[in-house]
């Protein structure tokens, strides 16, 4: 039986890729390559069709056969959270319905962009809870894509209110004053599980605020799994020296419009799946771009063996 | 067989409700009602799916039976367009082949929100018609709610080199000019057919200009019927006096966020539909705006009478 | 000695227009003339350098000159407020001392467009009161433009906490509601004014809602102020008769982008300013919408004949 | 006298930060305290009334001190451009006259954010020359926060016809490939100064692209003159090495929200600026934030010492 996703949620929680064929069909082989590397490289959960999975280019049907595929590699060793957000709250039911049929740990919800005030925003998770009942979810907070603030008011009063929140999906920016906040007494009633984003660009300031780890992609997530580890372990030295190593490339890979072009270029450079195809609407990655990728990878492998 | 869209489309397509029963469920009965009813008051097309449709509401085999329910009403009378907006190119494309399969006349794409440079959106819909073949599609040009803007080169760019453009779905605002640039000697290589939205509140302008009809919602279609016909009959005087009359209410059904309530309310008033309900999320109208409207109405009946 | 704003206000305020020479340079006679003009209409106060009034558009030294010239023909007639929404706090504080040593009632601000929770909205006008001290100001509630929205409990926040916010200057759209909102017993510590926006295109609602009168534009003022008094006489069928004998007009100047054009060609057509000129960067008006500004203003020349 | 700013342009022009005192008063002695810093610091330019400036928060009258004071300080040893951005053009007039009077070599203009379609932008510039005449100025194209997209092909039209645009302040994002197409041949009728922003955060790679330089902030601004130089000299490793020892603080000081603040407690603490304080409104760095820093520098220090 499937466990739930709670509010222990810790480690890295890897956002998956989509993988695609060139001409565009889901690659279904790579996403078990993918899967596997994942977990071999010490992923405690993964989180898939999020923003940078290419869920909105998916059919229902897809996305129904990506997720099903990827559980079933799975295979129960990590919990799977699958992103449900959607325009309507039909099309959430039906997807949430879908995805913890099929084995999946919990759901994350997006607000919408249209949300301004604090009652909306609490409004519209009440909602969703009626709508999913038990189902636990992901809050996720990212107002540089979906527009919508969120104080640490508003998250508690979600968390408080809705025992079906579990996790907050960071990625405030600047935000690490909110996991301060939110790590407060007397803030939440519960204390909940906070996994961060961003690509891990602040990992460790986050990780030494109170974050429990993090919920995002990057073509080397061994860098997370150490930053986390070495963090848990009281060694923040290792953890910010590995930190460094990794940067200069995860800083490249964050520039919005082209970051997932390189994530994937890189995860199909190191075998992780088979193509660093993309599907339309999308940009493709010029050679100038992919030697920059290869002279980053290069000297993070010179820097990581000194520091060995 | 069906007949597609094509460049001669005018008079009135109007943009269809999706009825709903009180408990959220689609009322299909109503559906029928509302066909009925457009046609009779003297509608020369439909358009289904729209923003004013609650489309993103739906899922996707609510989607298709709406559609099929409709086209089956329709039965071929006039042509039926079928909004297939969506962020990703697998979901436009699956959702075209569905409603053209069960023969819808053409769809209509408004331009995502990211598009900013006007290569970016030609682009777009050379993308578009790579997918959709030779489907006749309604470039829907509505800035206010796209964030999209298209000047008359755009548009005559897209026009000029995309056959499949039929119909722009004008609802610039303000874009009475626009039309007359785009009926000036030149500027396009073919005429096309110039549809206006924005609830007919600048109808009579727009067709001065040389627009050929309204492709919009109001709960008084007949309005716009009356308009756009006694313009093309050139009495003008006749289709302001009308327009006059109904614009108090014309105008309190285009206030954002609670037009559609208003309007579902006024049809369910009318017993086009059999209930007011729209989906979750959204606002429910009070006590307070339904006298509003009823005022509204026996004003407005009053004035008609006035004018007869 | 000048009077302060309170929360009495009530009336017309008419958004005044800034007259420009042909060449650009402020047109001070002009400002006599529509000073004169304004009054004579009915308005019970004006509002200077707000959105309409191209306030961006003027040097520091033009602002301080037209609120100077301004005032000095209102000659303490009526309570002139003036907007001093700026981008930072120096600026806003050096104008609202400036014009209210020339003699001004009060101020208005807006909230700057990256406010988005509830607190911070909150926080930047607990900011304001500790800048402009005692100073009567209005506070502006207009989503559409500011992208900031203030729930009836966040304005009431503001209400009960700052004694210097007299006024609301209500053009929340849709917004009926939440003048009914605010009316309620038991929301606000003390009645506030609450004057309408939108150009007066919701005005009989409004003032059945609550409202106490308009603060905003239209180049028939006299309008509004018909509407407002026979409101509050009692006889709103003749309220709503007057409105629409108007709103063809008033609907066709509401246009986003060439509003302001039409308001002062209306104006220069009347005699109300000398010339229709609006600084740059300016939409122009083409010579078809000004012809369609004079059909309508023969239109409701006619029908207000009918109606006496 | 002056010399004007030309399309050689090159190295590093910082972008400097307004210095104010723990009152909020402008802090004139850190002006040029600071203006010593950079100078001696190897920066070849100084940007001054940037988004990074706090412009917004000054009054013209301090805005004009500032730049005097700054401009008295340098005396001639490197241009000096000043931002003029403003939302009407009598201000912007009026300001461009103000500064290239006191001795500035050239303006830097953002486009407003109401911009979208490519002609709207080209437009624009236009109109600004004929405002400012001869004045050199500075393109930025910083789409993140003013939300307009210059296309190559725009800004080609821009560079093309207006010889005054001398430089393009590039910050685009992703934007590697825009510096690529413009230095292709054919694209620009003659070349300009191309200096790179986003706080070096890409300074390397857009070098490599055929960037002159940058022009933006950081605490360190030895960074980004050792970067440039090392590149010119074609020592690309010890570029690369040097930039990777700044990295972590630079990357933390790219938060949105607290950059400035970051950035100003680090100068204060290197003694470059007497206080980090930050006119109002602005968020406060808090204990955590600051032993953050601290940190980053201190690990900032030793990696640079292992360089050596």
Redesign the interface.
């Given at each position: 039986m499937t466990k739930l996703l709670t509010e222990d949620a810790a480690g890295v929680y890897v956002i998956a890729v989509t993988p695609f064929l060139p001409d565009?069909a889901v690659d279904y082989d790579s996403c078990d390559r993918m899967v596997d590397f994942y977990l071999d490289a010490g992923a405690t959960g993964l989180t898939v069709l999020g923003m940078m999975g290419?869920a909105?280019?998916?059919?229902?049907e897809?996305s129904r056969d990506v997720v099903s595929r990827i559980l079933k590699r799975v295979d129960g060793r990590v919990p799977v959270v699958v992103g449900v957000s959607?325009?309507?709250?039909?099309?959430i039911s039906?997807l949430t319905k879908m995805v913890m049929d099929l084995g999946a740990a919990g759901v994350m919800v997006a607000p919408p962009g249209s949300l301004?005030?604090?009652?909306?925003i609490v409004t519209?998770y009440t909602?969703i809870t009626d709508l999913i009942g038990n189902t636990p979810f992901v809050l996720q907070d990212f107002?540089?894509i979906t527009n919508?603030?969120?104080?640490p008011?508003?998250i508690a009063r979600i968390v408080n209110s809705l025992p079906g929140c579990v996790c907050l999906k960071h990625e405030d920016?600047?935000g690490?004053?909110k996991i301060?906040t939110l790590r407060k007494e007397g803030v939440l009633d519960r204390r909940i599980s906070i996994l961060c984003g961003n690509g891990g660009?602040?990992l460790p300031?986050e990780m030494?605020?109170g974050a429990d780890g993090a919920m995002t992609g990057f073509a080397y997530p061994e860098m997370m799994v150490s930053v986390v580890q070495h963090f848990k372990a009281g060694d923040t030295t290792r953890a910010?020296d590995l930190?460094?190593a990794y940067?200069?490339l995860a800083?490249?890979e964050q520039?919005?419009?082209?970051?997932l072009a390189i994530r994937k270029y890189t995860m199909a450079k190191r075998g992780i799946i088979a193509h660093d195809a993309l599907?339309?609407?999308a940009a493709a990655l010029?050679a100038?771009?992919r030697a920059?990728v290869d002279r980053l990878i290069a000297?993070q492998e010179n820097?990581l063996k000194e520091l060995n």
């Open positions: 565009g290419e909105p280019k998916l059919t229902v897809e959607a325009p309507g709250f039909a099309q039906v301004r005030t604090d009652d909306s519209y909602q107002p540089l919508v603030q969120m104080s008011k508003v920016w600047p690490l004053e301060t660009l602040f300031e030494a605020r910010h930190f460094d940067l200069p800083r490249f520039q919005p419009g082209i970051g599907r339309k609407p010029t100038n771009s920059e000297r820097r």
